[in-house]
């Protein structure tokens, strides 16, 4: 089984104007993530803490102050991201696990990480 320690979604070259103005911005950090998660090792299966997922997104309905980019499990949203801060958020969040207050937007835990308990569901009766 395949451990994951975070999953990072990018929203770097959206249809949206507003998230991202200058698209060679996004690009650029696009390229700056996949690169360090590669170089750096975060992909590799006999990581520790799991691996580190990347994905870019179209949306991810923040839809300002972009390139946006948000972390999970953490939920956190970072904006304004750059190369720059790509590298910073992978070092000192992903790696080090101190997120960087000065650049989060908000933050969007799951329900089960803010305390509050997930019902299962009834399993389905049949019929007599
Ligand atoms: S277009 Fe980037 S978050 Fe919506």
Redesign the pocket.
């Known amino acids: 089984m395949t451990r994951v320690s975070h999953h990072l979604l990018l929203?770097a070259t959206?249809?949206?104007a507003l998230?991202?103005p200058d698209p060679a911005i996004g690009a650029a950090s696009w390229d700056t993530l996949k690169r360090l998660v590669r170089e750096w090792g975060l992909e590799d299966p006999q990581r520790p803490e799991g691996i580190v997922l990347r994905n870019k997104a179209?949306?991810?309905?923040?839809?300002a102050e972009?390139p946006?980019l948000l972390i999970w499990p953490e939920g956190i949203v970072y904006t304004g991201v750059s190369p720059e801060r790509i590298e910073r958020i992978l070092r000192e969040h992903v790696i080090g696990g101190s997120p960087i207050e000065a650049w989060i937007l908000k933050r969007m835990p799951f329900a089960a990480a803010s305390g509050l308990a997930l019902q299962p569901t009834a399993a389905p009766t049949t019929a007599p």
Do not use: A, E, F, N
Request: aromatic fraction near 0%.
């Open positions: 929203c959206p249809t949206k998230c991202c179209d949306c991810l309905r923040i839809c972009g946006v």
